[in-house]
């Protein structure tokens, strides 16, 4: 289905479906709800382990990053649900890449983290 909007008002219908699809992903997703909150409660704790704003934005970013790759998984999972509830190996695959994803964007969060409380306790 394409869009019959064009130029600004095609923005503006975009940020309603973009908000549509953050709307049904916390509604539907209780891993997105779980990462959601720890990404807010590890924000203030991302303003006091930064020592610059570049820095900030890092540990926040990786935080985001990680919601983001959920949210790409559910649509993946939501896609495959509706195909069929009937098992195929593909199906099975994707599914499982998707999970694949969001630990890799976790392990790098992790990294990232990890790296500045390092840096931040034996500085």
């Known amino acids: ?38 990404c807010l409660l590890l924000t203030p704790i991302a303003i006091w382990l930064g020592d610059s704003l570049m820095e900030i934005i890092a540990l926040i970013g990786v935080l985001v990053f990680v919601l983001i790759v959920e949210m790409l998984n559910s649509a993946v999972e939501s896609t495959i649900d509706r195909i069929g509830e009937d098992y195929h190996k593909l199906s099975g695959r994707a599914k499982d890449q998707g999970s694949a994803a969001v630990f890799l964007s976790f392990f790098l969060a992790t990294l990232v983290w990890g790296g500045f409380i390092i840096d931040k306790l034996f500085a």
């Open 1 to 38: 289905m394409k869009s019959p909007y064009t130029g600004w008002s095609r923005i503006f219908y975009a940020a309603g479906y973009s908000y549509k699809g953050l709307k049904s992903t916390w509604k539907h997703e209780a891993a997105f709800r779980q990462e959601a909150i720890l």
